[in-house]
Structure formats: structure tokens, C-alpha cells
């Protein structure tokens, strides 16, 4: 059961649009954006199992895992109910401008027995900021589905990079499995940013204004 239902996350396909809150008169740098990965860190990301992509428009990145799985029950380990990734993007933006993240849209599966959930959660900041808080999506048992979470940031609330400043943009990422009152001797529940047999990509969208 655990092969197919990971084979089934192959299906699920991300969609590099501009977010509400990056659409509209926002300005978008007319020049490609780089994004270097400075670090990754976590159990849900070992070396290697993490990619960042950018849209072809400059609105969106895609980080790309292919190793991130938390799971109770049968055949798992105690620390395995919890998974993290880290990750500290170095982003080379356009001369003029600076940019914040509008959104952000996960996507997985999860296979949840009856009694057992799961959580998702991530918070960002930049480089020398403050974190903002954990925003968390939480999902119940009995299910055994693809599922999906987005955070969205209010315009007014955008916290753009500094201008003139490079400094890495840092993503914290988590997943947990709580077994609940299932049965974990005879079950296994799991939440899973991964696929066996392709990726599962997380789309960050990103809102541009001109510097002074």
C-alpha cells in the first residue's frame, strides 16, 4: 500500500501562476532571477533530494523534494513522526528591484487511518529578520488522498527584502504524523512531500515592487 499510494503522487502537477496578491499593477522585473541554494538542512531534505526551479515569467519558484516522508505505525521509527527541511535561498534580483513571497502552495499525500492526522507547516524570513509565525494545515483521518495547503500573505502585510542588500531568503518547512487512537501495531500513517516515481513541488510566489 505504501508504494502505491506514494507512485500516486506522481500525478499531482504544480502550477507556476501569479498569486492574487502578485497579480494586478504589481510591477515584474523584465530580467531573469537567479535562486541559489545555500543550505539544506533537515530530516525531510538529505543532500541531494531538494531542487529550485524558476517560472519562466519571474513570478514563482518551485523547490523540488524527493525524500520527504513522516510516518507512524508499522515498519517506522520513533523519530519518524516529525520530518523538517531548512532551506536558505540566495535570490540575484534585477538592478531596481526587491521582492516578497505572496504565497505559497504545498503539495503531497497522506495516508491517515482512522484516529491518526497530520500536520503541515512552514514559516519564513530573510536573512537578519525576525521569523514570522508557523502557519499550520492540519488533516484528519481516515484518508488516503493527494492533499494541498497555501499560505497567503495580505499585500499590506508583504515583507519585502531589503533594497540594495543581498540576504538570504530562509524557508522553514515541517510535516508530522500524529498516531491519535489508531492502531500503529497492524497500521501505518504517513504525510509525504515526495514520490517514488516523480516529484511533488512546492510553488512559492513572489510579489516585485521598484526600489527607490
Not at 519558484?61 to 520530518?83: C, H, I, N, W
Not at 495580505?154 to 527584502?161: K, P, R
Request: aromatic letters at 8%; glycine letters at 8%; proline letters at 5%.
Amino acid at each position: 500500500m505504501l508504494l502505491r499510494a506514494l507512485a500516486a503522487t506522481g500525478i499531482v502537477a504544480a502550477s507556476l501562476t501569479a498569486s492574487p496578491a502578485s497579480a494586478g499593477t504589481l510591477p515584474t522585473p523584465p530580467d531573469k532571477i537567479v535562486i541559489d541554494v545555500a543550505t539544506v538542512n533537515g530530516s525531510g531534505c538529505p543532500a541531494g533530494t531538494a531542487a529550485v526551479a524558476v517560472s519562466a515569467d519571474n513570478t514563482a519558484f518551485t523547490v523540488t523534494y524527493s525524500s520527504y516522508l513522516a510516518q507512524v505505525g508499522v515498519g517506522s521509527k520513533p523519530t519518524d513522526f516529525r520530518k523538517n527541511c531548512q532551506l536558505s535561498l540566495v535570490v540575484h534580483v534585477p538592478q531596481g528591484f526587491t521582492y516578497a513571497i505572496a504565497s505559497a502552495d504545498y503539495r503531497g499525500f497522506a495516508h491517515l487511518e482512522k484516529g491518526a492526522s497530520g500536520t503541515q507547516r512552514a514559516n519564513y524570513y530573510f536573512q537578519g529578520q525576525a521569523q514570522t509565525a508557523y502557519q499550520n494545515h492540519r488533516f484528519n483521518g481516515p484518508t488516503d488522498d493527494n492533499w494541498q495547503a497555501t499560505d497567503v500573505v495580505d499585500v499590506a502585510a508583504l515583507v519585502y527584502a531589503p533594497c540594495g542588500e543581498q540576504r538570504n531568503f530562509n524557508i522553514n518547512t515541517e510535516l508530522r504524523v500524529s498516531a491519535g487512537n489508531s492502531d500503529t501495531s497492524h497500521t501505518t500513517s504517513f504525510m509525504t512531500m515526495d514520490s517514488t516515481d516523480g516529484d511533488i513541488n512546492t510553488v512559492y510566489h513572489m510579489a516585485w515592487k521598484h526600489c527607490p
